[in-house]
């Protein structure tokens, strides 16, 4: 994120304490488990690229700051962009909107398939700029590899059902043009610092439907419970 590996340690964890609010009100909906757990897994990337900061101004190891840039890029670059289309599918009740979804799970996949062989290969690395932590894998012509990332992530969260869901995808795809008009190298580390700090509106979401789903379950016979007790589109 930006600023510094202080501004990281602090946000990351704080973000993590709202994601473990999130999954304190998943309740009885397994189904949203994977989207309650964004905010925990965003701070934890957070904590994360703190490790790499500290590495890259000298106060950690060589082979620690290694280890923590490979465990960034891997959560950023082939994680992600698998994970996010798959929990927003998931929590879909309608079966129209998980048909709507599939494509970006497919392109998602594809993604971090082909980041994940890059990494592998061992072309990659991080450098320390005066507001951010600039990462490189070593891949030549990225546009269309970014392109595709940011069409299943954020594809994905707009093709929702759900109005919450979809604000945080209109937000992080605003968020995504302006990032990359005012950096380019740290764009990852950048655009991963805001989502994280935005995944907070998941929580919000995970919090404001519980309630609902727990009214519909008192008010409504077992076999119409909607999945989640949100409003769908």
């Not at 302006?178 to 805001?194: E, H, N, P």
């Not at 935005?198 to 519909?216: D, F, K, Q």
Request: with cysteine; proline share 5%; hydrophobic share 50%.
């Amino acid at each position: 994120m930006c600023f510094s590996p202080e501004a990281d340690l602090i946000g990351g964890s704080v973000i993590v304490a709202i994601g473990v609010d999130s999954l304190l009100h998943v309740e009885r909906r397994r189904n949203y488990i994977p989207i309650a757990a964004l905010p925990v897994i965003f701070g934890f990337h957070q904590l994360v690229e703190s490790v790499v900061w500290f590495g890259l101004q000298g106060h950690v190891g060589h082979t620690l700051t290694h280890v923590a840039t490979a465990v960034y890029l891997a959560i950023a670059m082939v994680f992600l962009p698998i994970y996010v289309p798959i929990a927003v599918l998931l929590i879909e009740p309608l079966k129209k909107r998980r048909y709507m979804t599939i494509p970006f799970c497919l392109i998602g996949i594809f993604v971090g398939v082909i980041l994940a062989v890059s990494m592998v290969s061992g072309k990659y690395g991080a450098t320390a700029e005066p507001y951010h932590v600039a990462y490189h894998l070593g891949i030549k012509d990225s546009l269309p590899l970014v392109l595709s990332y940011v069409v299943a992530v954020c594809g994905a969260l707009l093709m929702s059902g759900q109005k919450n869901v979809i604000i945080f995808g209109v937000i992080n795809i605003i968020a995504v043009a302006v990032i990359a008009k005012l950096t380019v190298d740290g764009f990852a580390s950048v655009w991963c610092g805001w989502a994280a700090i935005t995944s907070a509106a998941i929580a919000l979401h995970v919090r404001i439907s519980s309630g609902r789903y727990e009214r519909n379950q008192e008010a409504t016979p077992p076999d119409q419970y909607s999945l989640d007790g949100g409003h769908h589109f």
